[in-house]
Structure formats: C-alpha cells, structure tokens
C-alpha cells in the first residue's frame, strides 16, 4: 500500500505546476483535468482566438477604485469569480496574456497575487505570454469554451497582504522594495496620480521589469537568484514588503520573489503609493537610493 501511495504522489507531482509554465509544459498538459486555463485580457481578443480550453477574465473582475486607491475585490466577489472560472483548491491554474503592452502582464501577475491570497496556491504564468504560445506552433480556437462552476471557499490568507498601518509599524524593520522605475522611485519624475514625489522612506528601488526580456519572457532564474541575494542582501526565510504605484507593477515583483525564487513570506501593499504618496502623514524620501539594513 505505501509503494502503491507513492506511485501516485509521483504522478501527481507531474502535473504540478511550476510558477513559470512554459508553452512546452503547457500543451502538454492542457487536457489534464486538473489544470486550468485562465486568459487575462480585455475587448475581443478572447473571442477572436483563445488556448483552447481556456477560460476568461479580466483585471475589473479581481480589483475596484474606491476613490482614493484600487483595492482588491471583497472576499464574496472573488470567491464568485473563481468559481465561476471552475477553480478550487486542488486546481493547477495557469495564467496568460495576449500582451500588448506592460500592463497586460501586470494583469496575470496581480490575478496570480490574489489568488494566493484567497487561497489558491497552485498558480502558474505562461512565460512570454500568447506569443511564446504561437511561436511554440501550439493550437488555438474561437470556440467557447464550457465550464463547469466549483464551490470555491476562499481562505485569506493575510500574510500575503499589508495595509497603510503594517507599512507605518515596519518602516526600517524590514526590506520594502518599490517596483516602479527609478526615476519615480527617486522623486526626480512625478508618479501620475501620486500627490507627493519619492518614495517610502527607507524603501528599496528595483523596477519589475527588470526581470523579463523584450519579448517579456522572464531572464534566467540563476541571474534573478543572484540579484536578491548578493545585491539586495534578501533572506528567503525573512519577510519583504513590495509596492508600486497601484498594486500591478508590484505584483510582478511579488511573483518573481514569492513564486520563482521561493522566497517564503513576501507582503503585497495593495494600495501602495496611491495611499502612501496622497497623504501628509507618511514618512517618504527623495533623490537618493536607500538600502536595508538591520
């Protein structure tokens, strides 16, 4: 019975799937049952050729302005989200863009966050998006794809998540590491939609798109490994808080840390510096690179 057990935990764990799923991983297992597609993209493009077997959404369904800052979803919200796209626990999902511009990466990235947080863990990207996927000559389809509706519970969890007060009550306790480019990050260039120039006092400045190449296929993992470690000095088992402007770019951030490296607890400020940089109360420094230590 254990040999038996065992055979079958090692044909489960063919099919996990890795934070980073190639067009190769992907087409070959499409069709196992437990892996779910999810296109991320606006307008048509869904219906005009999709992965088939994929699903849709969109970045509106997972986030909402209330105002002052872009938020993720309610608890309920998602949950009828996910549920609807025939997610739950045990799904291997995987994420991917038609990808246009920046920002259509950034919305895989962002779904990829909040489904950690509601308690999907299983959760991959396609790296380089549609385009690797054409390249690769895999198949695509215009058919609707049907779904059947899970019963999706979500389990927060709040370890992935920071709010305007845990940012106030770790200033210089932890490493903070702002996403957006330098030139924001420093105060020389202002931040559209951010009243106050710089950054979080004492944050770090590393732009996520750093991380992926011009065809927004993700530069090798042992550069990356390199990077945080002996440039940033990051620990894997110690906690990192990661920002932006909005939440998008930072999300990027958070799956190469969370995801491909395996860094172990790593906050997303949801808010970031649409709360931080409106308000008078926020400790922030300009024109100069900061480094942490403790």
């Known amino acids: 019975m254990k040999i038996f057990a065992a055979l079958i935990a090692g044909v489960v764990s063919l099919f996990a799937v890795e934070p980073l799923v190639s067009p190769q991983w992907l087409g070959k297992n499409m069709n196992n049952p437990s892996v779910r597609v999810v296109e991320v993209s606006e307008g048509g493009s ?13 970045i509106a369904a997972w986030r909402f302005d209330n105002g002052t800052f872009l938020s993720v979803r ?3 919200e998602i949950e009828k ?15 991917y863009a038609p990808i246009s511009e920046p920002k259509d990466l950034l919305k895989t990235s962002y779904i990829y966050w909040a489904l950690n947080y509601y308690g999907i863990k299983n959760v991959g990207i396609l790296d380089g998006g549609m385009k690797a996927w054409k390249n690769a000559q895999l198949p695509l389809t215009s ?3 049907m779904i059947k509706p899970t019963a999706f519970k979500a389990r927060l969890d709040n370890g992935k998540i920071a709010d305007l007060a845990y940012v ?24 559209p939609t951010v009243k106050r120039n710089g950054h979080v ?35 894997k088992n110690k906690e990192i808080l990661v920002y932006c402007t909005g939440g998008l770019e930072t999300s990027y951030n958070y799956f190469v840390l969370s995801g491909v490296l395996g860094y172990k607890n790593v906050r997303l400020y949801d808010a970031s510096m649409k709360e931080w940089g ?11 690179y900061e480094m942490f230590s403790k």
Request: charged share 30%.
């Open 81 to 95: 989200e996910i549920s609807r796209l025939g997610i739950d626990e045990k799904s291997e999902v995987v994420l």
């Open 74 to 76: 309610s608890v309920e």
């Open 46 to 58: 869904y219906d005009l050729e999709h992965i088939p077997g994929a699903s849709h959404t969109t």
């Open 143 to 145: 058919e609707e794809t």
């Open 168 to 191: 106030k009550n770790h200033l210089g306790k932890l490493p903070m590491i702002d996403a957006r480019p330098a030139d924001m990050y420093l105060g020389i260039t202002p931040t």
């Open 201 to 235: 006092e004492g944050a770090m400045s590393y732009s996520w798109n750093y991380s992926v190449d011009k065809e927004y296929l993700l530069k090798p993992r042992a550069m990356l490994e390199r990077v945080f470690k002996e440039g940033y000095g990051l620990d």
């Open 278 to 288: 409106n308000r008078e109360d926020t400790p922030m420094s300009q024109y100069r």
